[in-house]
């Protein structure tokens, strides 16, 4: 079971995800939770068809095989096909549990082959150790991408993201266990997954401030500025990065958010940055081809440091204490002569100066957030005698509806009040 969200289809629809590939071939995958529960229902028994799909695709297998048994011979053949995924081993296990006269094996990745056996022969073949549906194998199957998952975290290798929080929350509860309640339980838990943690989202926040490098937020963008600029386009000493034949077409084509091309781009702005970091810490020119172990040093102060948006710290520290951070005010924009108008005009009004969070206040009233205190400056400075556009700070008092609102009832409350106070002692 799963839920979609509207916002989430259309986002993928529009970077070309294949809904049909993802229901018919998606891969399975499991916590340990969940791997509990299976091995524990498959080892006594007690499994069954996990969907209704599932159910129709064995009734089917039942019903061919049943017909065909009862005229077939001994060593006699039969072969089911269009099964997809783990649904071949459901089907062999129904099989065999259901008649103890047939064998069954996997032919490819969406046939099986039925075989009529005696049962002492199919006593022998379930001795074997090369049964593939000894519950070790089926129990592998299931787990599906955690296989892969458990390889990486075995490695202990550096797991490189980009603005990467959201990505270790999933990996935790899809893949290792569910979400903690306790906060410091959880970064004790992904420091143990996976000890080196390297965020580009952190990395390029960095170059912001010592390079003249564009406030840009999102991969592709980053990717772009780091590529496009004369930051390291004219050094021959900066990375080379080539691409293997099937991932050609990377060159030629975006292909934003296909997992081998985010990997790509990611990989790339971490090689960039570090260079850019490496040229810049040290006075003598940088040697040619430098190791990764130099490019791991220059990076040592960002490493498991991971970008956190919004919050009491600017990143979160898998490794150590949390820095807490301080943010600049909130900014409170009131509209005059301009009907109609929404977040997105706002942020568009704005995005020359700074990429502001917009959230409507009121009608006429919007919130801006940044997280730069001199483009809060910059924007009230330049915005001070704007003919349709007051900006100041924020102050809950004296901006929020909620408060306003409270004020107003009482400030009526202490009115009648009053009069029935005067009125009423009068003789």
């Not at 008649?99 to 046939?111: A, M």
């Not at 971490?270 to 040229?279: D, E, F, P, Q, R």
């Not at 430098?290 to 991971?306: G, I, R, W």
């Not at 704007?386 to 409270?406: A, F, T």
Request: proline letters at 5%.
């Amino acid at each position: 079971e799963f839920t979609l969200s509207a916002s989430s289809i259309q986002f993928l629809s529009d970077y070309g995800f294949d809904y049909n590939k993802f229901l018919k071939d998606g891969i399975p995958y499991m916590n340990e939770v969940q791997e509990e529960n299976f091995s524990k229902h498959l080892f006594v028994g007690s499994w069954k068809a996990s969907s209704a799909v599932d159910r129709d695709v064995l009734k089917k297998a039942i019903d061919e095989v049943t017909r065909w048994i009862v005229a077939a011979k001994e060593e006699e053949t039969m072969i089911l096909q269009d099964l997809s995924g783990y649904q071949v081993f459901e089907v062999q296990l129904v099989l065999r549990r259901a008649l103890q006269n047939v064998w069954t094996e996997p032919l490819g990745d969406k046939k099986v082959l039925v075989k009529k056996v005696s049962p002492c022969n199919r006593q022998l073949l379930e001795n074997s150790p090369y049964d593939c549906c000894q519950k070790k194998h089926i129990l592998l199957s299931a787990r599906g991408f955690t296989n892969l998952f458990q390889t990486i975290v075995e490695a202990k290798k550096p797991v490189v993201g980009h603005n990467m929080f959201m990505d270790l929350m999933h990996l935790h509860d899809k893949f290792y266990k569910p979400l903690p309640e306790s906060y410091e339980e959880f970064k004790r838990n992904v420091h143990n997954l996976f000890p080196v943690l390297i965020d580009t989202k952190t990395v390029t926040k960095s170059l912001w401030e010592t390079c003249p490098f564009p406030p840009v937020s999102n991969l592709t963008e980053v990717y772009a500025a780091l590529c496009s600029s004369s930051l390291n386009s004219k050094d021959p000493t900066c990375p080379v990065i080539a691409l293997a034949s099937d991932c050609s077409r990377y060159a030629e084509k975006e292909l934003p958010h296909e997992a081998g091309y985010d990997a790509f781009l990611c990989g790339s702005v971490l090689l960039k940055s570090a260079h850019l970091l490496l040229c810049r810490s040290t006075d003598d020119a940088v040697e040619a081809d430098p190791s990764f172990s130099q490019y791991l040093t220059v990076l040592a102060e960002y490493l498991n440091k991971v970008n956190f948006i919004r919050g009491g710290v600017s990143s979160i520290n898998f490794s150590g204490e949390d820095a807490p951070c301080q943010y600049p005010p909130l900014l409170v924009v009131r509209v005059q002569g301009w009907p109609g108008v929404n977040e997105e005009q706002i942020y568009q009004e704005f995005k020359a100066l700074c990429r502001f969070d917009v959230r409507r206040l009121s009608t006429n009233q919007f919130i801006l957030l940044s997280n730069k205190f001199k483009q809060v400056r910059l924007v009230l400075q330049d915005y001070k005698h704007h003919p349709h556009l007051r900006v100041s700070v924020y102050r809950r008092w004296r901006h929020s509806p909620g408060v306003n609102c409270l004020l107003q009832v009482s400030g009526i409350v202490a009115l009648w009040s009053l009069l029935a106070f005067l009125f009423g002692s009068a003789p």
